[in-house]
């Protein structure tokens, strides 16, 4: 091979758009958009600017080697780039082939129309000239230049999904939260997510309440494994606080509209609010819950269903009654101090629930069984045991109560059919025993007849799978049941099966439960087990921690 190699009938423009020149095709450099790209329905990308490097103080693209006469390129560590606006000249590029070799290019002066011939001036082989160069020139094939062209983003499918985060987030709350919220039966399908989601596609506040609770549950499931991207997971739990942000500042301003104009709401509006509300309260709970401010929502929640009553109870969507009842009702058990009319407004949606409901498209175990009008009725009878003065007719009319539900509870019969369905609800049967003794008989936890009962319930806690759906109601009587242990087995019992559910929903109320059950275990055993079964509010109280049991 001769010391240069000259390639002729190549055309190619240095000034031109940069479509043209990535195409090597003639421009007319008509601005803003040239005519060729315009006849051949191409994106014309516009025109740059001329990089030169500043060398020893002087502006120069190239310097003139002494002894050959030849371009010698600037070194870069002695030059910087400035713009330079004036017509190309002659310019050199160095590369190294694969043994290392400099290869130095050499381009003539041209112009948007001339054909030109770099010269090529290395001792290489033919193999290796080939792999300089077939890298380029099949990439810019003509049959492939459609390839070539910038991806341009399609439109918004859905309002408020937009960007690559908030499509990452909506997708997330459809595939990972709603199918741990709820239980699946044969015919409810994924009623809680399609519930949802009817509002939230309509509903800006919803919506950004919908991807909130996505960001949240990810970031929680994020730190459960390692290692993870420090980048990304900060801008999830960033984009998440936007979002709940936003989402509380538009959903006081339509909550305090609608509490104070109740007659000028239409239904719709009714019914997004309130999952807005639930869905803040779910917020608060994938956070872990200890601080409470998942109760302030759901106080609300109280309010529109008790200002409305007549509209919730009938054409409000049975799924986000379920939904609210059970938060309703288990939320009792973490209020230290009994609201002032002792009711809440869980009785009548009881009533509104339980006549006309379809045990196979529950979405949860409790709010259409009975279960859990029966765990109201124990929270009033420990409310009303707590009055310091009561005579012996008080006392006695709590006996007959207690004897009631106790009678209720043994004839309660399961309505489920999945298996593991049945299994949580026993379980469920069993902890609400076991809290109505120790309300009734004001009984110590290391009392015989409490340890068997809560041997009994154990029996149900062993036989819980860690991958059915039916685990999402699993927390409360798993809680209910571990208060009572003090039995090393016992209590490992108890904290593997919530570990499971914890790994399995990402929820971090679930560990935060966990977590306290290891504090109460520990003042109970210095204590000796003399302790009633209530006593853990106290305990909770004093730490400032607030239990969430949904």
Known sequence: ????????????????????????????????????????????EGYENRVTWVANGRVSSRRKRADTGMDEPVSPACASPVIDNTPAGPSAETQENASGQSITFTFPDWDSTETFAPEVSWPVTSTELSLVDNSVDSFWLEDDWTNQLPPRPLPPLIDGIQTSMERRLFHHFISSIGPTLVIHGPNSGDAFTDTILEYAITDPTSMKTVLGVAASHLAQGMERNNPVNPGDLRNIRQAGLQFYHEAILSHQRRINDILSTASQQ?????????????LLTQYDTC????????????????????????????QQPNVLLDWFFYHDVLARFSETIAPKDDYSPGHCLALALQPDSVISESILIGPRDGLFDLLNRIVDLEHRSRQETLVSSQKTRLLVEGLRISNDLNNWTCPYFSEQSRIVAECYRWAAFLILYSTIHKSTLGDEKIQAI??????????????????????????????????ATQRQLVTSKMSNYGAWAGLGNIAATRDFLHQWWARLDDRCGESNWWDWQAVALEEGITVTLV
């Open 1 to 44: 091979m001769t010391s240069s190699t000259r390639w002729t009938g190549i055309t190619r423009t240095r000034t031109g758009c940069l479509t043209c020149r990535r195409r090597r095709k003639k421009c007319d450099e008509r601005k803003p958009a040239c005519n060729s790209c315009e006849r051949n329905r191409l994106i014309c």
């Open 266 to 278: 239409s239904l719709h509006d009714w019914n997004a609010a309130f999952a807005a509300t639930m």
């Open 287 to 314: 956070e872990g819950g200890t601080c409470g401010i998942w109760q302030t929502h759901l106080r609300i929640a109280r309010q529109l269903v008790t200002q409305n009553s007549s509209i919730f109870g009938q």
């Open 454 to 487: 809560l041997i009994g319930g154990l029996e149900w806690v062993e036989r819980l799978s860690h991958t059915d759906t039916a685990q999402t109601c699993s927390l409360f009587p798993l809680f209910a049941l571990g208060i009572a242990t003090q039995e």
